[in-house]
T-cell receptor, first 111, second 116 residues
Framework: LAKTTQPISMDSYEGQEVNITCSHNNIATNDYITWYQQFPSQGPRFIIQGYKTKVTNEVASLFIPADRKSSTLSLPRVSLSDTAVYYCLVVRGFGNEKLTFGTGTRLTIIP | DTEVTQTPKHLVMGMTNKKSLKCEQHMGHRAMYWYKQKAKKPPELMFVYSYEKLSINESVPSRFSPECPNSSLLNLHLHALQPEDSALYLC???????????????FGPGTRLTVT
């Protein structure tokens, strides 16, 4: 399964858009890109998943270029409550239960 | 009900004790998971149950013994643990149809385990 590389940490001010980029050079044809969020002392929470181009839901957007070797999680107008660790994962489809978490990006929102 | 519950929240045990962690979900999910998470590290997969059968064991030491009595319940039996086993133990579940994706896992809040 493709390994992912993310920045270790990022800071941003409240109200700004935050983009976290993840690199996954060895992604395979039937792999999907998935993002989870984790607050301290809580379990991770699924944010968004995509295969290619752009996916948007009520909390985030995910941009995946045509070569799929990277992806960008976009959080619009962040607030203090978005301070958390964000994990980018590559998940193999069609029945593979394994999630392998990368090192994650610690996002700190500054008032 | 979209919740995974775990009990206890906190557990302190000695190296000679036997204890169990419990996880429950009522979402009809057919895959359940145990993860271990050390401080400031990502979760590491330990076990996967699919349709109440153990499908993945990530070479976990035998002092950790999982059990899935039914589709809603997952236990982790602990015996003769070491201090380095102290961690947050997370349970998760996911919908799992035949050949379907299980990318969205629902995690419980975890059990904070301290081995003394």
């Amino acid at each position: 399964l493709a390994k992912t590389t993310q920045p270790i940490s990022m800071d941003s001010y409240e109200g700004q858009e935050v983009n976290i980029t993840c690199s996954h050079n060895n992604i395979a044809t039937n792999d999907y890109i998935t993002w989870y969020q984790q607050f301290p002392s809580q379990g991770p929470r699924f944010i968004i998943q995509g295969y290619k181009t752009k996916v948007t839901n009520e909390v985030a957007s995910l941009f995946i270029p045509a070569d799929r070797k990277s992806s960008t999680l976009s959080l619009p107008r962040v607030s203090l409550s978005d301070t958390a660790v964000y994990y980018c994962l590559v998940v193999r489809g069609f029945g593979n239960e394994k999630l392998t978490f990368g090192t994650g990006t610690r996002l700190t929102i500054i008032p | 009900d979209t919740e995974v519950t775990q009990t206890p929240k906190h557990l302190v045990m000695g190296m000679t004790n036997k204890k169990s962690l419990k996880c429950e979900q009522h979402m009809g999910h057919r895959a359940m998971y145990w993860y271990k998470q050390k401080a400031k590290k990502p979760p590491e997969l330990m076990f996967v149950y699919s349709y109440e059968k153990l499908s993945i064991n990530e070479s976990v030491p035998s002092r950790f013994s999982p059990e899935c009595p039914n589709s809603s319940l997952l236990n982790l039996h602990l015996h003769a643990l070491q201090p380095e086993d102290s961690a947050l133990y997370l349970c998760a579940s996911s919908p799992r149809g035949s050949g379907g994706l299980s990318y969205e896992q629902y995690f419980g809040p975890g059990t904070r385990l301290t081995v003394t």
